[in-house]
């Protein structure tokens, strides 16, 4: 597959960008160190700062890779990170990715995940030729994420049973996904 990286995307109120390692502090701050952001991820509330530098630092070496891709959502105006949104699992051979993301709860119900979840849809898309699939799951405990799912135009698949692990425990796992074709009908 033709892979473009992670570049800077634009919206109406947000700025998506790649981490820098000085971003540990805010990205700790904002969502790595409270358990509610937490909740419903698959790793776990970081201790310390320290601990969020360590996985930025890793991060940040992984943009060489053209595969990768990895932003930092920042409010127009402010440079700071309030949340991620990334590609967390890619299959080459159905040509789809899985988007994961989170926000600190502080900018929560303003928007702005469906917002960030549409516009890394239509880059993907632009960029990637080959690219067929995107998806996204969610516990079906956490009904909020689900939400970002349908506002950002992706289609309700179903329920895989007891197939995922989070700071829960096992959940039944609630399925999105848009298809290239779904943006041309
Ligand atoms: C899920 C999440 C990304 C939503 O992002 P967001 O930018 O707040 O999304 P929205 O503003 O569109 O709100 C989505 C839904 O959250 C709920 N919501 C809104 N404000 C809320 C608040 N302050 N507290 C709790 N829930 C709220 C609403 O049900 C809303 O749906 P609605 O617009 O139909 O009423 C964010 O809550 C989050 O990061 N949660 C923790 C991490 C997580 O669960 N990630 C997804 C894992 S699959």
């Not at 904002?30 to 320290?50: G, I, L, Q």
């Not at 127009?76 to 991620?84: L, Q, S, T």
Request: glycine letters at 8%; a negative charge; charged letters at 25%.
């Amino acid at each position: 597959m033709n892979t473009i990286g992670t570049k800077t995307i634009e919206t109406d109120r947000l700025i998506l960008r790649r981490y820098v390692v000085e971003d540990a502090d805010d990205m700790y701050a904002n969502w790595t160190s409270d358990p509610e952001v937490t909740k419903f991820m698959p790793w776990p509330t970081h201790e310390s700062a320290e601990m969020t530098r360590s996985i930025l630092e890793e991060w940040v070496s992984y943009y060489d890779d053209p595969r990768t891709y990895n932003w930092g959502i920042t409010l127009k105006g402010e440079g700071h990170v309030i949340g991620n949104i990334a590609v967390v699992e890619r299959d080459e051979r159905t040509c789809s990715y899985e988007i994961g993301y989170c926000l600190g709860q502080a900018y929560w119900g303003r928007g702005i995940m469906p917002e960030a979840l549409r516009a890394v849809i239509a880059y993907l898309f632009e960029g990637e030729s080959d690219l067929n699939r995107i998806y996204a799951t969610h516990d079906v405990a956490n009904a909020k994420s689900g939400r970002v799912m349908q506002k950002a135009g992706m289609h309700f698949e179903g329920v895989l049973r007891a197939s995922k692990r989070n700071n829960q425990g096992i959940h039944d796992t609630a399925y999105y996904s848009v298809l290239r074709s779904d943006l041309t009908q």
